[in-house]
């Protein structure tokens, strides 16, 4: 089975600042890795996600995860928040198996709050 | 193209009602996924469908919760006999199939609330 722990619930920063978002995985086999963004009254939205390859990620809105596989970590970064990267961020992990259904595993979330 | 479709965006309802919640995928997407969004938690998986078929019921936190997939479209996410504690946001999301690399859409929500 699969664990991911999000240790920050909430993380305030100032507009035009760098922020990261720490994320932690547990699991006996290897996964894919995924970041979701959900802001206010919406759902889901993919921001990245690792399957293989180079082990840094740049998604969409100018955030990008490394994956570490010593520290069993994907933390999520950006250079320079603005105002509406305030939303709530899930860190996701799914297992590789081939055999059988493999559920997407989130965290608990972190709420990113940017203020200027 | 549409993305997911979910509704009715909010509910409220009265205990020991039944309420019936409704996803519509992406069209061509044959996985078909519910999940559970409560206050202060993270996504509680719930239930998958691969074309009609539902083949794991075992998320589902009681029997009073079942969900149906008609022509490999539309689903549906019955509660019967609701309780306080079943109030949340449920999240449908599809997907092309149930390869784990495969991004989960999802759509915007029902926010379900029990009195």
């Known amino acids: 089975a699969q664990s991911v722990t999000q240790l920050d619930s909430q993380v305030p920063v100032f507009e035009e600042a760098p922020v990261e978002l720490r994320c932690n995985y547990s699991s006996s086999v290897s996964v894919y890795l995924f970041w979701y963004v959900q802001y206010p009254n919406q759902g889901l939205q993919l921001l990245l996600k690792?399957?293989?390859?180079?082990?840094l990620v740049k998604g969409i809105n100018g955030f990008e995860a490394e994956f570490n596989k010593s520290q069993t970590s994907f933390h999520l970064r950006k250079p320079s928040v603005h105002i509406s990267d305030t939303a709530e961020y899930f860190c996701?992990?799914?297992?590789?198996?081939?055999?059988?259904?493999?559920?997407?595993?989130f965290g608990t979330g972190t709420r990113l709050l940017v203020s200027p | 193209g549409a993305g997911v479709s979910q509704s009715p965006s909010n509910k409220v309802t009265e205990k020991g009602k039944d309420v019936e919640l409704r996803c519509d995928p992406i069209s061509g997407h044959t996985a078909l996924y519910w999940y559970r969004q409560s206050l202060g938690q993270g996504l509680e998986f719930l239930i998958y469908?691969?074309?009609?078929?539902?083949?794991?019921k075992s998320g589902l936190p009681s029997d009073r919760f079942s969900a149906e997939r008609t022509g490999g479209s539309v689903s549906t996410l019955t509660i019967q006999r609701t309780q306080q504690e079943d109030s949340a946001v449920y999240l449908c999301?599809?997907?092309?199939?149930?390869?784990?690399?495969?991004?989960?859409?999802f759509g915007p929500g029902t926010r379900l609330t029990v009195l």
């Open positions: 996701a992990v799914r297992s590789r198996g081939n055999t059988g259904f493999q559920k997407l595993v």
């Open positions: 469908f691969q074309g009609n078929s539902a083949p794991d």
């Open positions: 690792y399957l293989s390859g180079s082990t």
């Open positions: 999301a599809s997907s092309l199939d149930l390869t784990s690399s495969d991004t989960q859409y």
